[in-house]
């Protein structure tokens, strides 16, 4: 079965400082895979996804991530964390459901703190 | 183009009271997703529908709570006879159909957050 599993519920780094959010994906084939951010009160915004080719993928807001296949992983990162990139994060895979369209899967998300 | 609308934003209601939940996916999308969000959790996959079709509601709680997606109109999440238990932010999500451009892309609305009083 697929799952999604962020093993890192809450993480506090201080405002300039580099940022890895740690994402694990169980599925069988090669996934559709997604980093969504949630601010407060809000929906869910696409930062950066990855379907096929060059296994880093640039996003926006200066993140990036990067598709580990032998680690089944596809982790966030961030050179120098901005106070605003105070949200929780969710790690997604997208999967075939028969022939009539995708089914996601997230995980129970990374909710990160900026200190200044 | 506007994007995933979701209303209200904010409902209460008391225990025992029905919940509609309205989610218009962006235009030309015919793929709708429900999530529910609890406080400290998750997003947990409700229901999976394409117009006039549920695709997967592996998700549903099996008494109280249905969806549908008309052919006209927004996709309803109903949750009859509330409860506490259901306080939370639900979230609709709309892709186009598999196939599409931007198919394998979730766009998010803003969320309804019941309160069960």
Known sequence: ?116 | NAGVMQNPRHLVRRRGQEARLRCSPVKGHSHVYWYRQLPEEGLKFMVYLQKENIIDESGMPKERFSAEFPKEGPSILRIQQVVRGDSAAYFCASSPKRGSSGANVLTFGAGSRLTVL
């Open chain 1, 1 to 116: 079965a697929q799952s999604v599993t962020q093993p890192d519920i809450h993480i506090t780094v201080s405002e300039g400082a580099s940022l890895e959010l740690r994402c694990n994906y169980s599925y069988g084939a090669t996934p559709y895979l997604f980093w969504y951010v949630q601010s407060p009160g809000q929906g869910l915004q696409l930062l950066l996804k990855y379907f096929s080719g060059d296994t880093l993928v640039q996003g926006i807001k200066g993140f990036e991530a990067e598709f580990k296949r032998s680690q089944s992983s596809f982790n966030l990162r961030k050179p120098s964390v901005h106070w605003s990139d105070a949200a929780e994060y969710f790690c997604a895979v997208g999967a075939g459901l028969s022939n009539t369209g995708n089914q996601f899967y997230f995980g129970t998300g990374t909710s990160l703190t900026v200190i200044p």
